[in-house]
């Protein structure tokens, strides 16, 4: 899941609500918003009962619960490929054994789909640190992701450097050159006094039912504004860094839910050093390595106190190209209504990860989940009436970059803002500037269904603020409350594929999981291997989105639609309504 530790919350809501694409748009098969802004008609006249095939539910059951092969899955791609990195050699191969497990399994069409330029490839092929003076210790640390190597050990003397703004860089300067330096002030660590592992309870699951009323544009501002301010204040602190040449640079690990940082290293883009590390103009020119907070923090107060500390250092790091492109696995189960059989049913997850571990909750889990249901669907030889297509993205941690490029390749896009303040910004927060660009696809695709929060089972599902379809899941969900799918929410949720989805004004939804240890131990952490999974939980996973995806490729109808989005006019739909205070005198209103 995309690294949420900023804004990638605050993110997920305005991509929900209008999505940040870049205005690559073939405008020869491209039409404006306004005329597909209608529904279709597979959309209209939604049928009061589900016509639902319990045989087929007890078949789906009985091959994803009796006869699974996720675990088959989870060792081929998590063990026998291991950690992938967006545009690294193991993305590669995971693209690559993706679309021939498809193929064995007996999908149609399966190829990788190229979805544009990401960067830098690049690969962790060994990373130690240690302190040799006053002690001798050894870390647990990883080279931060497209750090450069140190060609070979490095033994430097260590320094302090906390730089909560602009003003502190003179402070360090002509002090760093040829140091290792820790970077970064010791956080908290908190006593763990809460699980790690965690399931919902009824009253939880209770409560996320209710739609929250509350209006939370102030905190999503608020989060938005801190992380510009972290943004502005790394761009300062490379180049100086640069150019007083330090021998190498230790972060902090960061903490997770309930503690639940200690002992690990989070390993993630939040680690390393500014927001493009993969591209060649932004890369950092100096090893960077995270570590474990127990080893940062004895190392930090050694320090604090005026004792001398000596750290080597080895990062060995390989660099495979300065411009890898980005590729999605795709892979279909043809429709066979005459009629339907163009339309499409979707189903995914990423199949990148981050370095630190072997990318097994995040999204391995989701991955192989999607492999299970085509799986056991072929397995089953249904004839589904709508075809239904998997897709295995790639670049979502860094920002939904596999399934916005397939968003626009196959549906539309809209033009981001090239005002100056907004040029300054992550393409992700920048507004649009005007509205969706559609292509004739995007009405052919009937509903997407996501799994990427871990390997804890389904619980229910988001609507993504879609009511009109709260009746149609409730219905499919009454046969699967033995299982413990019992919970529908309208609520958003965020940082991940769906979004590409629901921003062009497709129904994309992102299904309700137990938490397990994904927040606390595994999500972005050493941790997040193999020896996490949860098979029961897997096998309840794939089970209930087989179901989804299935029931969803044999309705009548299309997955009913939200009303068309147009984010391009959420600044005036937000504007205070003029003329409110006839007293009031000629003037600017005042902020309060």
């Keep these: 899941m995309l690294f949420r530790r900023t804004v990638a919350l605050a993110a997920a809501a305005l991509l929900a609500a209008g999505p940040s694409f870049s ?66 050699p193991n993305m590669a191969k995971a693209n690559a054994w993706t679309r021939d497990q498809l193929t064995k399994m007996g999908c149609v069409n399966a190829h990788l789909e190229d979805w544009g330029e990401f960067g830098m490839g690049w690969q962790q092929l060994n990373t130690w640190v240690r302190m040799v003076e006053p002690d001798t210790a050894v870390f647990v640390a990883q080279a931060t992701p497209w750090s450069p190597s140190s060609n070979g050990p490095v033994k430097a003397e260590a320094i302090s450097v906390v730089i909560n703004d602009e003003s ?11 140091k290792i330096v820790l970077l970064g002030a010791m956080r908290e660590v908190p006593s763990t006094d809460k699980p790690f592992f965690e399931r919902y309870d009824e009253k939880q699951l209770k409560e996320l039912e209710a739609f929250p009323l509350e209006n939370s544009n102030a905190d999503m501002q608020a989060r938005i504004e801190r992380y510009m301010k972290r943004i502005m204040l790394t761009r300062k602190i490379l180049p100086f860094l640069s150019e007083e040449k330090p021998a190498g ?39 960077v390595v995270v570590t474990q907070i127990e080893s940062y923090g004895r190392v930090f107060r050694l320090l604090k106190h005026n004792v001398p500390v000596t750290i080597e250092m080895n990062v060995e790091t390989k660099f495979t190209g300065d411009h890898e492109h980005g590729f999605n696995t795709i892979a279909e189960i043809p429709g066979t209504d005459p009629k339907l059989k163009d339309e499409i049913v979707m189903v995914g997850g990423h199949l990148d990860s981050w370095i630190a571990g072997t990318g097994a909750t995040d999204n391995g889990a989701g991955s192989i989940v999607a492999l299970e249901v085509m799986r056991i669907l072929t397995s089953l030889k249904a004839k589904p009436r709508r075809t239904i297509r998997i897709a295995l993205w790639s670049g979502e941690e860094e920002g939904l970059f596999g399934s916005k490029g397939y968003a626009t390749q196959h549906f539309g896009s809209y033009p981001l803002s090239t005002a100056p303040d907004q040029l300054n910004m992550p393409e992700f927060l920048r507004k649009p500037a005007g509205p969706l660009e559609v292509k004739p696809e995007q009405k052919m695709v009937s509903a997407y269904f996501n799994v990427d929060n871990g390997t804890g089972k ?85 089970t209930v989105e087989a179901i989804f995806v299935y029931n969803a490729a044999m309705r009548d109808k299309m997955i009913p639609r939200k009303p068309f989005p147009h984010p391009e006019m959420r600044d005036q739909q937000n504007a205070p309504l003029p003329g409110l205070y006839p007293t009031a005198t000629p003037g600017d209103a005042k902020d309060n």
Excluded: C
């Design 168 to 178: 502190d860089l003179a402070k360090y300067k002509g002090k760093l050159g040829g």
């Design 23 to 88: 205005n690559e748009t073939d405008k020869k098969s491209a039409k404006p918003a306004e005329a597909s802004a209608g529904w279709t008609e597979s959309q209209m006249d939604q049928p009061a009962t589900e016509s639902l095939d319990l045989g087929m539910y007890n078949a789906i059951r009985e091959e994803g619960l009796e006869h699974s092969h996720i675990m088959d899955y989870a060792g081929g791609l998590i063990d026998g490929i291991g950690p992938r990195l967006t545009g690294s």
């Design 249 to 287: 640079v230790i972060v902090p690990s960061r903490d997770g839910k309930n503690g639940g940082g200690t002992g690990i290293i989070f390993d993630d883009n939040g680690a390393a050093l500014g927001r493009t590390p993969y591209h060649r103009d932004t890369a950092v020119p100096f090893p």
């Design 458 to 542: 389904i619980r229910g599902i988001y609507t993504q603020n879609n009511g009109t379809v709260y009746d149609i899941f409730k219905q499919w969900m009454e046969p699967l409350a033995d299982l413990g799918v019992t919970t529908i929410t309208n609520q958003n949720t965020g940082g991940t594929d769906h979004l590409s989805f629901d921003a062009v004004g497709i129904p994309g939804f992102q299904f309700i999981q137990d938490d397990a240890d994904y927040e606390t131990r595994t999500h972005h952490s050493n941790m997040d291997t193999y020896e996490h999974l949860v098979p029961a939980d897997l096998k309840q996973i794939a």
